[in-house]
């Protein structure tokens, strides 16, 4: 099985963790998990795309049955 040409990524950002700033338009991960990221992306040539969890959750399981955090947050919205 051949590793992917593109991951999505969900993160909560965390001081010394995981940060993102934009600088001159583009992105920049800081922290020791957005370092690595960068690094393991550049190593196993893989583009990603991040996407935050809106409530800083990682996440729960609503009455609906639907999920809050980074577990919902790709679920595609309707």
Known sequence: MAFPAEMRVGYIPNMNLF???IRNGNLELGGIEGRFLKLLSQALRFKY???QSV???SGRLNDN???TGLLGCF???K
Do not use: F, I, M, V
């Open 19 to 21: 940060e993102t700033q």
């Open 49 to 51: 795309h991040l996407k």
């Open 55 to 57: 409530d800083g959750e």
């Open 65 to 67: 049955g639907s999920w």
């Open 75 to 77: 679920k595609e919205r």
